[in-house]
């Protein structure tokens, strides 16, 4: 720091890699990138040369996803290995990179495999998914690419298909698909598995179920991908998944009324029914058609007790005639139109 002060080569927070630049067919030590010989016509000499990126390459992939500003993980010495980490802090997305180093095993030797548990809390979402980047000798390495292709002399050739694998290799690539968790009180356990001397990166953020850009959270149509999030009268129910989206009373079907309840006076030949409004109203005003019919399993014919009625309750007079049922269903309705009789049943319109 003191150099930088007059060199401006010493800047600060950078640093100089000096490596061998000449790692012909996979003899070079600490190279970054490794050069192979390629002989595409098979006449037996060199047409070009392939350059593969090592994983050197990954590793500053991964520190590229870390903010400039870490907060240090509490570093732990289990069973003669280091363990440490950092978090990467940042509104919407939290990253965590956990490391261990064996400084016994240098060439990463050992087979043995942890799982690093990280007790998450402060979570503010319901749901979060969790994506993974490991690196190690097994993950987003040309190491065993390297172990397989047949060895040469550094001015040898090798044919396109036997380094076919190798150049395959030479991406960051992610641990699995991503995992959903729900968040209880704020808060979930988040394994992590990692070989000796490897490193793994995880991304926490909110689930984005429309894969859309917007956690379920805060998206103004969880289920619909809607990156523009376009919502014209502002009833936090965008114009991709809003009924009316000139009308911030409404913006879906309602739910389905539920609980009914019916209660049968035989002196005053009355019935009485009740039930509970839909969780998901889809409106700040519900109205309720009640129907009558005498087949239990076919509501097509049936008919209107109340239309549009203005509560969760209604009356009808007929008695069914002894040894005969009737049966009753309730169809919540608002602005933008009314709701099903359920999933198996269907009934006219009242009017
Ligand atoms: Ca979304
Ligand atoms: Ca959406
Ligand atoms: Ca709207
Ligand atoms: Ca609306």
Avoid at 251 to 263: H, S
Avoid at 296 to 321: I, K
Wanted: include cysteine; hydrophobic fraction near 35%; glycine fraction near 10%.
């Amino acid at each position: 720091m003191a150099r930088a002060e007059s060199d401006a080569r010493y800047a600060r927070h950078e640093a100089v890699l000096t490596v061998w630049p000449f790692d012909y067919n996979g003899t070079g030590q600490t190279s970054v990138t490794g050069l192979i010989r390629v002989d595409d016509d098979g006449d037996g000499t060199e047409d070009r040369v392939a350059t593969i990126k090592k994983g050197f390459f990954n590793y500053i992939e991964v520190l590229a996803h870390l903010n400039r500003e870490l907060d240090a993980l509490d570093a732990q010495n289990v069973a003669g290995i280091r363990f440490g980490g950092v978090r990467s802090p940042e509104t919407d997305v939290q990253r965590f990179l956990i490391y261990n180093h064996d400084k016994y095993d240098t060439e990463s030797i050992e087979p043995q495999e942890f799982t690093a548990t990280l007790q998450l809390s402060g979570v503010p979402w319901d749901n979060a998914t969790v994506r993974r980047w490991r690196l190690d000798r097994d993950h987003s390495s040309s190491y065993h690419a390297y172990q397989a292709l047949p060895v040469r002399a550094q001015n040898g050739v090798y044919t396109p298909a036997e380094i076919a694998d190798l150049e395959a290799t030479d991406d960051l690539v992610e641990d699995g698909p991503p995992q959903d968790y729900a968040v209880v009180s704020g808060g979930f356990d988040l394994d992590l598995t990692l070989r000796v001397n490897g490193i793994v990166l995880a991304e926490v953020r909110e689930r984005d179920l429309d894969a859309d850009g917007w956690g379920d959270g805060r998206d103004n149509c969880p289920l619909i991908s809607n990156p523009s999030q376009t919502d014209q009268d502002g009833d936090d129910h965008g114009l991709a998944c809003d009924c009316n989206d000139d009308d911030a009373d409404n913006w879906a079907l309602p739910g389905e009324a539920t609980a009914l309840q019916l209660t049968h006076d035989a002196g005053a030949e009355t019935t009485s029914l009740s039930w509970l409004a839909p969780s998901a109203p889809g409106g700040t005003t519900l109205l309720y058609d009640t129907l009558r019919s005498e087949l239990l399993n076919d509501f097509s014919g049936a008919d209107c007790v109340e239309s549009d009625g203005n509560d969760t309750e209604s009356s009808d007079s007929l008695t069914p005639a002894a040894g005969a049922a009737v049966g009753f269903l309730v169809r919540a309705e608002n602005g933008c139109g009314p709701g099903s009789l359920g999933g198996e049943r269907v009934g006219p319109d009242c009017p």
